[in-house]
């Protein structure tokens, strides 16, 4: 079953406008953790935010911010104001701890934005 | 501060043989992971080290192994080489945890290898 859904495979905004990636997540456990990370095309990963489970508040990391509707098992993350330089491929990750085994973690297949000048 | 260093950066192996990737962390950072990221897998989960001891595991076979030095560095190993662990193999160390502070992670370059 897929554990971490995102839906949209590519995705194009334009400079300076906001942009959300969609992220939704399944798990029967209650404490977890989700990650966002960015992978330009130079290959390097990039660790953008995280948010707990039990986070009051959404997590925010100056221009990133995620939209954490718990609820709705969803963690989309929020761009705001676009740069050039946010072309990327985008992953949603999540973790599940286990107390008696591993924890598991797991990644989305990513969302390749691309900002437009 | 120096960043996340991984080397090498590139290999190139032929099936049956052995290999084994560094990583050393931040200064400081005492919790490093790896990661495998094929065209076709996706990125995958390799494991976690802390303190010298495996703190988590991802679902890979036991051809695949690690170790942690009392200085944080790490090493991964992947023994009996197949095309398919043709990968970017990424490194990344964590810092302590901060009250009130979420989780973060910085990333090495990675390492390509290609098995041939």
């Known amino acids: 079953a897929q554990k971490i859904t995102q839906t949209q495979p590519g995705m194009f905004v334009q400079e300076k406008e906001a942009v959300t990636l969609d992220c939704t997540y399944d798990?029967?456990?209650?404490?977890?953790?989700l990650f966002w990370y960015k992978q330009p095309s130079s290959g390097e990963m990039i660790f953008l935010i995280y948010q707990g489970s039990y986070d009051q508040q959404n997590a925010t990391e100056g221009r990133y911010s995620l939209n954490f509707q718990k609820a709705r098992k969803s963690a989309n993350l929020v761009i705001s104001a676009s740069q050039l330089g946010d072309s990327a491929m985008y992953f949603c990750a999540m973790r599940e701890p286990s107390k008696t085994s591993y924890d598991k973690v797991i990644f989305g297949p990513g969302t390749s934005l691309s900002v437009i000048p | 501060k120096a960043g996340v260093t991984q080397t090498p950066r590139y290999l190139i192996k032929t099936r049956g043989q052995q290999v084994t990737l560094s990583c050393s962390p931040i200064?400081?950072?005492?919790?490093v992971s790896w990661y495998q990221q094929t065209p076709g897998q996706g990125l995958q989960f390799l494991f976690e080290?802390?303190?010298?001891?495996?703190?988590n595991k991802g679902n890979f076979p036991g051809r695949f192994s690690g170790r942690q030095f009392s200085n944080s560095r790490s090493e991964m190993n992947v023994s009996t080489l197949e095309l398919g662990d043709s990968a970017l193999y990424l490194c990344?160390?964590?810092?302590?945890?901060?009250?009130?502070?979420?989780?973060?992670?910085?990333f090495g370059p990675g390492t390509r290898l290609l098995v041939l």
């Open positions: 200064s400081g950072h005492r919790s």
């Open positions: 080290y802390f303190s010298e001891t495996q703190r």
């Open positions: 798990t029967s456990d209650p404490s977890y953790g």
């Open positions: 990344a160390s964590s810092p302590p945890p901060r009250r009130g502070a979420g989780e973060t992670q910085y």
